[in-house]
């Protein structure tokens, strides 16, 4: 299969997507080598629009085939977080008055993911019956949440079912270099080496 697939269009991709998800090499956790069943799925930046019509078409497509999914928008997740803790009119006021740097320091502490998202997505998987997990709204959360910290704290919570990550930006892993997930295919976000590249993976 040619590794250049996540180029392709995205009719080819979706298809790709389709056969390794519904598959049961991919829903048995098989040739991970006993790593943790994640999965990034990267996009360019300017594909964003067109990534998140195709993320739902494959949620209606995997349903009707019997495969749940369960689908957390990081963003979605972060208000909800705020609003629980009654931030985020604060955190709305707070942005026109406060330095980037300053706004990034309050949340990156609100929204931590070792005490506050990982434990909020804990308690979402355990509420609902599924088979696959789908995590979005990486751009729209940087810089307060960064994707590699997500993962990283995720590693024990999510790892009975495969975990796909929509990333708008390249992941390259290999043996000689390490793995890298670079936002928007410019801003390195550290070294995050146990994901698999979906479009890599062999439905």
């Known amino acids: 299969m040619s590794k250049d697939i996540a180029r392709m269009p995205m009719q080819d991709r ?18 991970l080598g006993n790593e943790v069943p994640f999965f990034i799925c990267p996009f360019r930046i300017e594909e964003a629009v067109e990534m998140e ?3 739902s078409q494959l949620v209606n497509r ?11 928008n990081l963003y979605d997740l972060a208000v909800e977080l705020l609003k629980e803790r009654e931030l985020w009119s604060q955190v709305i006021e707070l942005e026109p008055t406060v330095s980037k740097g300053e706004l990034t320091d309050l949340l990156q502490g609100v929204l ?12 979402k998987l355990h509420a609902v019956e599924f088979d696959v997990l789908f995590l979005s709204g990486v751009g729209e959360v940087f810089p ?3 994707s590699h910290n997500v993962l990283n ?3 024990s919570t999510a790892k009975d079912k ?7 930006g390249t992941y390259t892993h290999s043996l000689e270099t390490g793995s890298s997930l670079d936002l928007f295919g410019k801003l390195h976000d550290d070294k995050y080496y146990r994901a698999f590249n979906i479009f890599h993976y062999e439905a």
């Open 14 to 31: 979706f298809q790709h997507l389709y056969s390794v998800i519904s598959g049961q090499r991919f829903l048995n956790k098989q040739g």
């Open 153 to 155: 704290n995720l590693q």
């Open 162 to 168: 495969p975990t796909v990550m929509f990333f708008p």
């Open 62 to 72: 995997l349903e009707q085939t019997g495969i749940k999914v369960l689908s957390i």
């Open 53 to 55: 019509r195709l993320q």
């Open 112 to 123: 931590d993911p070792e005490a506050h998202l990982v434990p909020a997505i804990a308690k």
């Open 144 to 146: 307060f949440i960064r």
